[in-house]
């Protein structure tokens, strides 16, 4: 017989026998100590730096599936470009029409650049965010930082500078 049963009497028996009757055991209710909870803190902790973790690689995938994708739209719309240049340098034409071909590709870049959102840098006065001043001259008949002559080209997107101008400027 289980702890927890009574006994109960026979009926064929005499009521002065009866059985011994068991007290039930009183399940004492079990708090978590302190090291069960410490326990369960370490597991969410844990549990946290996994999921954390996990998002961290998923988000760097997608990072670079975007850059990739974006590498690959910008590639196939200069393409054109390129394959331009390729039958330029394979014609056997003369001066005039090489050059006049030539301005059809450079005419083909800027609808390029200008469907990338891409402008040259403005070379009014020497600004060195966007200007990177490679010579100097003193002439006292020119403007503070004026910019005397541009040796190549700088181009930014929106704020972003893609390259710097190099440019020659005065006092």
């Known amino acids: 017989m289980s702890a927890n049963s009574v006994k109960k009497k026979k009926p064929e028996q005499d009521v002065s026998e009866t059985e011994e009757i068991i007290e ?28 954390f973790d996990n998002y961290k690689k998923r988000t760097a995938k997608e990072k670079q599936a975007l850059s990739d994708m974006v590498v690959c739209e910008c590639i196939n719309k200069i393409l054109p470009v390129y394959d331009n240049l390729l039958r330029a340098t394979q014609s056997d034409g003369d001066t005039d029409s090489l050059k006049k071909g030539v301005e059809m590709v450079i005419k083909q870049f800027s ?8 402008e040259e840098i403005a070379t009014e006065h020497f600004n060195p965010d966007y200007h990177n001043a490679v010579m100097h001259i003193e002439d006292e008949s020119l403007g ?6 541009v040796l190549q080209k700088g181009y930014k997107r929106g704020d972003n500078v893609i390259r710097h101008s190099m440019v020659k400027v005065a006092n």
């Not at 039930?24 to 369960?40: A, G, N, R, S």
């Not at 503070?144 to 002559?149: A, L, S």
């Open 144 to 149: 503070e930082n004026e910019i005397i002559d």
């Open 111 to 118: 609808d390029f650049m200008d469907a990338m959102s891409i």
């Open 24 to 51: 039930p055991t009183v399940i004492e209710e079990v708090l978590p100590t302190e090291e069960d909870k410490l326990k369960q803190e370490k597991d969410k902790y844990l549990r946290l730096l996994a999921e």
